[in-house]
């Protein structure tokens, strides 16, 4: 039997990539969630996101990338397109493979903490949007979520390989998927995965 969606309510809901208070899914979702935490190393779309958060205590916001790891990681700094430094996100899959190096100047160190030290097995919706660290996140899971939402860019190949190796798990794992969304020039969509328990 799938979860029912649309009138789930979730104890803890958890977003990787969050961007800022005014693209966050996760904050869309307050109503029906018991906690909410907000995962962004942005600087400047956490802090947004620090600001929205005042007055709701409910949400948690953690100025960090998740991984496989913990420590710092090098992040190129590009709003709502930031990404870890080597990760496969949709820019780095979008650009020649000498293109990085004229980035460098908006790379930063952030902090990095790995999913497995974050997830204490109680996260019930997970939301990635995370460019490129995905598959690090959902092979570092303890919790099984009722709901997983991912994002997926189709500009090329190579981002078509990273997407497929993402639904792939997620289809291999007991999720079964349907479309949310699709952008107007139909560059990416979302999709929302459902686990589908047995009885």
């Known amino acids: 039997m799938s979860a029912t969606i649309d009138s789930e309510r979730y104890k803890h809901v958890v977003e990787i990539g969050a961007g800022d208070s005014m693209c966050s899914q996760a904050l869309m979702l307050l109503n029906g969630a018991d906690r909410v935490t907000l995962y962004e190393p942005n600087t400047i779309l956490c802090a947004d996101l620090k600001r929205g958060a005042i007055g709701r205590k409910t949400v948690t916001v953690v100025e960090s990338a998740v991984d496989g790891t913990s420590g710092t990681a090098p992040l190129i700094h590009l709003g709502y397109a930031s ?3 080597g990760a496969p996100s949709f820019v780095k899959l979008s650009i020649e493979n000498d293109g990085e190096k004229w980035l460098s100047p908006l790379v930063k160190e952030v902090k990095l903490v790995s999913m497995g030290e974050i997830d204490s097995g109680d996260i019930d919706h997970l939301i990635l949007t995370n460019n490129g ?5 959902l092979c570092g ?9 991912t994002k997926h860019y189709i500009h090329n190949e190579a981002q078509g390989k990273q997407s ?8 291999e794992h007991g ?3 349907q479309v949310k969304a699709v952008n107007r020039y139909q560059t990416h969509y979302h999709l929302m995965w459902s686990f589908q328990s047995k009885e």
């Open 83 to 85: 990404y870890l430094l």
């Open 141 to 149: 899971m303890k919790s099984r979520p009722v709901v997983i939402q």
């Open 164 to 171: 497929r190796l993402v639904c792939n798990w997620l289809h």
């Open 175 to 177: 999720y079964r998927a």
């Open 133 to 137: 660290c995905e598959m690090a996140v």
